[in-house]
Each structure stands twice: as structure tokens, then as C-alpha cells.
């Protein structure tokens, strides 16, 4: 089944506790990206990945890391969490046709408390 | 740059009547545009998707929208309200080549009995 998987889908950590959610697809797509949503604001994006080895700022980037040594894997760090981190964050990946991008999927998303 | 605005944080509606979710766009070039929508506890799941041709698409749960370039809207309609149409709705648009997708902030779906 064509997919992305995030883990874990609930975290309660403490400030300052260096965590990472990892997010795996298996649709051989280019393209992936981190969103949180939180109440009021929709979705914003976190960072972006084209393809292996090629990150990019979103909207929201302070505070996160990532990384993308494979093409199916776009794990999202938080190196010192802070309490205004707490969100519901999303990973989502698509297929790039020629030059342009085809609709996004989403992973079932992961919920991060931080105290 | 581009932008989403969802008119109605919360819409309530009784089962069997019109659903009607607006989305006004803002691009400096032809956008494409999408629905998703959010049930409890679950990830994005794509509605509906424009991206040229036809301005009235048909998505999935018999949801539908029309892209009007000249009043910049995608709103999403459905003749008939279910109650499993409850959930939240998101409108987001994407520009040219770029790969930036731009949500609304959402519009959560009610329906009555």
C-alpha cells in the first residue's frame, strides 16, 4: 500500500529534550516536507526536501532540523524543544512531472506535547 | 506571493443540505488549487485538485468545486450533507513550477440531524 508512515504518532517529552519524528514513504517520490497545524493557523511548512541531499527552509524553520539522506526517509529533528513547539505535525511527500509538482500525501501525523 | 483565505472557521449545516466552503485565492500566476480534507485523528486526504482545463472539478464523496478566475475563488460545494461529511476542510494553492503548497487555516464542518 502506497503510504507515509510517521513515528511516533504521540511524544510527551520535556524542554529541552532532543527528539527526532521520523517519516518514510514508499512512492519513490522526489519531493517531501514538514507542516505543524496548529488551531487557527492551518498548516505551516517546516522545511523542504526536492530529493536526496537537497533541504530547504519553509515558513517556519526555527528550532528544526532535518535531514535527507535517502530518498524515502525525512526525519525531522528538535534539537532543544521548546513548550511552543507542542503542534500536531504532518510529513507529506509528491512526484515531481517535468517541472512541476503533483498533489501532496500525507502521514497520519504526530502529535508532540513538550513540557 | 501566494495566499488562501477560507471565509468561516466553523460551518454548520443539517443533514441532506447544501455544503458551501469558500476559498479566495491570491497569485500573480495561474494557481493550482486543491481540497483536502481532515477526519479526527487522521492525516490530509485529497478532495479534489485543479490544475487546468476544465474550472469545475469533481472530487471524491461527491464533493465538487469551480475554479472563477475572475472573483479569484475555489469554493466547495456538495448538494447534500452526510453525516460522515463532518470533519475539517482545507483549501491550498500552489503556483506555477513552484513547490510551495499554501494552506488556508481551515474551515471545520458540522452536520446536524
Known amino acids: 500500500e502506497a503510504q507515509v508512515t510517521q513515528n511516533p504518532r504521540y511524544l510527551i517529552t520535556v524542554t529541552g529534550k532532543k527528539l527526532t519524528v521520523t517519516c518514510s514513504q514508499n512512492m519513490n517520490h522526489e519531493y517531501m516536507s514538514w507542516y505543524r497545524q496548529d488551531p487557527g493557523l492551518g498548516l505551516r511548512q517546516i522545511y523542504y526536501s526536492m530529493n536526496v541531499e537537497v533541504t530547504d527552509k519553509g515558513d517556519v524553520p526555527e528550532g528544526y532540523k532535518v535531514s535527507r539522506k535517502e530518498k524515502r526517509n525525512f526525519p525531522l529533528i528538535l534539537e532543544s524543544p521548546s513548550p511552543n513547539q507542542t503542534s500536531l505535525y504532518f510529513c507529506a511527500s509528491s512526484t515531481r512531472q517535468g517541472s512541476s509538482y503533483n498533489e501532496q500525501f500525507f502521514g497520519p501525523g504526530t502529535r508532540l506535547t513538550v513540557l | 506571493a501566494q495566499s488562501v483565505t477560507q471565509l468561516g472557521s466553523h460551518v454548520s449545516v443539517s443533514e441532506g443540505a447544501l455544503v458551501l466552503l469558500r476559498c479566495n485565492y491570491s497569485s500573480s500566476v495561474p494557481p493550482y488549487l486543491f481540497w483536502y480534507v481532515q477526519y479526527p485523528n487522521q492525516g490530509l486526504q485529497l478532495l479534489l485538485k485543479?490544475?487546468?482545463?476544465?474550472?469545475l472539478v469533481k472530487g471524491i464523496n461527491g464533493f465538487e468545486a469551480e475554479f472563477k478566475k475572475s472573483e479569484t475563488s475555489f469554493h466547495l460545494t456538495k448538494p447534500s450533507a452526510h453525516m460522515s461529511d463532518a470533519a475539517e476542510y482545507f483549501c491550498?494553492?500552489?503556483?506555477?513550477?513552484?513547490?510551495?503548497?499554501?494552506f488556508g487555516t481551515g474551515t471545520r464542518l458540522q452536520v446536524t440531524l
Open positions: 485543479y490544475t487546468t482545463g476544465a474550472t
Open positions: 491550498a494553492v500552489r503556483t506555477g513550477t513552484a513547490s510551495k503548497l499554501t
